[in-house]
């Protein structure tokens, strides 16, 4: 008997953008990361936002291996994104738009529902958003936080299928 996984098809062009998507994250939360970057702090959420004493102090003690654990879930993530490693440039029009099965296994949901949501979290830090009123048709950055927002639904719904 096979290990339950979901097969997900993305669009060649989908999966090189979300395959940028995840290097971009990855070198945000990796070794050189700025613990005074915004969206890493959105990452790293206080329990004590009244208390700048002992939010510091639960930041300093805790940050390092939450990152560490978001840079590991990444990992996770774009080993399955493996087949979208090309050279961008050398995808033709028609290229782009065929389709590419992504298989993600049933030990690694958890690791890209995570990623996804973290990703989400730092376009929504970028883009200034705390609410869904936030959101300007015209700035086509809006539409990759509304596409991860999507492709998190369904891998929800498939992971719940499977549970099911």
Same mark, same amino acid.
């Given at each position: 008997?096979? =290990?339950?996984? +979901?097969? *997900? $098809?993305?669009? #060649? %062009?989908?999966?090189?953008?979300?395959?940028?998507?995840?290097?971009?994250?990855?070198?945000?939360?990796?070794?050189?990361?700025?613990?005074? &970057?915004?969206?890493?702090?959105?990452?790293?959420?206080?329990?004590?936002?009244?208390?700048?004493?002992? *939010?510091?102090?639960?930041? /300093?003690? $805790?940050? /390092?291996?939450?990152?560490?654990?978001?840079?590991? &879930?990444? &990992?996770?993530?774009?080993?399955s994104l493996k087949d979208f490693d090309i050279d961008p440039d050398a995808v033709t029009e028609d290229a782009a738009l065929a389709p590419v099965d992504?298989? +993600?296994? @049933? *030990?690694? +949901?958890?690791?890209?529902?995570? $990623?996804? $949501?973290?990703?989400? #979290?730092?376009? =929504?830090?970028?883009? /200034?958003?705390?609410? /869904?009123?936030?959101?300007?048709?015209? &700035?086509?950055?809006?539409?990759?936080?509304?596409?991860?927002?999507?492709?998190? @639904? %369904?891998? +929800?719904?498939?992971?719940?299928?499977?549970?099911?």
């Amino acid at each position: 008997m096979t =290990a339950p996984e +979901i097969v *997900s $098809t993305l669009a #060649l %062009v989908e999966g090189l953008h979300l395959l940028q998507l995840v290097d971009d994250f990855r070198e945000l939360v990796g070794s050189e990361r700025d613990a005074a &970057d915004p969206a890493v702090q959105r990452l790293t959420p206080s329990p004590y936002p009244d208390d700048v004493d002992a *939010s510091r102090a639960f930041a /300093d003690g $805790t940050r /390092d291996d939450l990152l560490d654990r978001r840079l590991l &879930d990444a &990992d996770t993530v774009r080993l399955s994104l493996k087949d979208f490693d090309i050279d961008p440039d050398a995808v033709t029009e028609d290229a782009a738009l065929a389709p590419v099965d992504v298989v +993600i296994s @049933e *030990s690694q +949901i958890d690791a890209w529902l995570r $990623t996804l $949501t973290a990703i989400r #979290l730092v376009i =929504a830090q970028r883009l /200034d958003i705390s609410s /869904d009123d936030q959101h300007d048709d015209d &700035d086509p950055r809006f539409g990759i936080y509304d596409w991860l927002g999507y492709r998190l @639904e %369904v891998l +929800i719904q498939a992971a719940d299928e499977l549970d099911g």
